[in-house]
C-alpha cells in the first residue's frame, strides 16, 4: 500500500511538474520531494517521472497512475472532510443561490430556521439571473441552489423535491385565451410560445408577453409575484406539475447543505399543517 506523503507528492508533483513547486505547496524541502517519488518509483518498480535540468514530465506509466489515483484520492479527501464537518457540527458559511422572489423568500426561510437551529452557521443568499445558479455551484460561487426540475446540469445532483406546482400560461390580457378557465397542452401550437434564452428574467420575457409578442410556459407562483395589468394568467390543466428543488455540486453535499436541506424540507412541512 502506498503512503500518504507518497501519494500526495506524486499528485502535486504531476500536476506542478517541477520540484520546487510541489516542495513548496507541500511544505517540506525539494530534497524530500525528490527522495520521496524515487523511493515511490522503486516500489512501484518503474519510473513515473522524466527528469531532466529543464523538465519534469510524467512516463506513460505515471501518467495512468495519476488519472487513476486522483479522482480515488479526491474522493477520499472529500469524505474526510464531510466526517470532519460532522464531527464538529454545522458551522462556516453556507451560500445559497436563487432566482426570483419566490425561490428567494423560501431560502430566506430555510435560512432562518438554520441559523435557530445551527447558530454557528452563516446564510448568505444570492440572487442569480437564470441559467446563472449552475455555473455558480460548478465554479463555487454557490454551495447550494434552488432549481426547477428534472436538473440539465452536468456535475450538479438533485436533493428533495420541495414545492409542487401548477403550470400557467401567461397569455396578453387581450388575448382569447385570457377569457378561458384552462388551456391545454395542445393549444399551445395554436399559438407561439416565447423561448427562454438563458440570462432573460421573468420581468423581461412578461413584458414581450404584454407587448403581444407571444405566450409563456411559467408556474403557479408567478401570477402571485408578477401580477400585471397586461398579463393574464390561464392554468394548463393537462400539464404535469412543475417541480422545484434544491441543487449541489456532485461530490459536494457537506455537512451545511444537509442542514440546510432539512430546513427547507421541515419548513414547507410546517406550512402545509
Known amino acids: 500500500m502506498l503512503e500518504r506523503h507518497e501519494i500526495e507528492a ?28 524515487r523511493g515511490l518509483e ?33 474522493r477520499i479527501g472529500a469524505a474526510v472532510r464531510r466526517a470532519v464537518e460532522e464531527g464538529r ?47 455558480w455551484l460548478r465554479e463555487g460561487g454557490a454551495e447550494v441552489c434552488l432549481a426547477a426540475f428534472p436538473l440539465e446540469e452536468p456535475g450538479v445532483v ?30 399551445l401550437a395554436r399559438v407561439r410560445v416565447l423561448p427562454e434564452p438563458p440570462g432573460a428574467t421573468a420581468a423581461e420575457l412578461l413584458t414581450l408577453v404584454g407587448a403581444g409578442e407571444g405566450v409563456l410556459r411559467v408556474g403557479a407562483h408567478t401570477r402571485r409575484y408578477h401580477a400585471r395589468p397586461d398579463v393574464a394568467y390561464v392554468p394548463i390543466d393537462d400539464a404535469p406539475p412543475l417541480e422545484w428543488g434544491l441543487a449541489w455540486r456532485a461530490g459536494a453535499e457537506t455537512a451545511r447543505v444537509r442542514a440546510f436541506t432539512r430546513a427547507a424540507v421541515d419548513l414547507l ?3 402545509e399543517r
Open 89 to 135: 457540527g454545522v458551522t462556516g458559511t453556507l451560500t445559497a443561490a436563487f432566482t426570483g422572489a419566490a425561490a428567494g423568500q423560501l431560502l430566506a426561510g430555510a435560512a432562518e430556521l438554520l441559523r435557530s437551529r445551527e447558530p454557528g452557521c452563516r446564510v448568505v443568499l444570492r440572487e442569480a439571473r437564470p441559467g446563472e445558479a449552475g455555473a
Open 42 to 74: 522503486r516500489r512501484v518498480g518503474t519510473r513515473l517521472f522524466d527528469r531532466t535540468s529543464r523538465r519534469v514530465e510524467p512516463t506513460p506509466a505515471g501518467a495512468r497512475l495519476a488519472g487513476e489515483i486522483g479522482p480515488a484520492w479526491e
Open 269 to 271: 412541512a410546517a406550512s
Open 10 to 37: 506524486f499528485l502535486v508533483l504531476a500536476e506542478e511538474l517541477h520540484f520546487g513547486r510541489t516542495a513548496a505547496r507541500l511544505g517540506v524541502s525539494t530534497a524530500r520531494v525528490s527522495q520521496t517519488i
Open 158 to 187: 438533485a436533493g428533495p423535491v420541495l414545492v409542487r406546482e401548477a403550470r400557467m400560461l401567461a397569455v396578453p390580457s387581450g388575448h382569447p385565451f385570457a377569457r378561458r378557465a384552462a388551456v391545454s397542452r395542445a393549444d
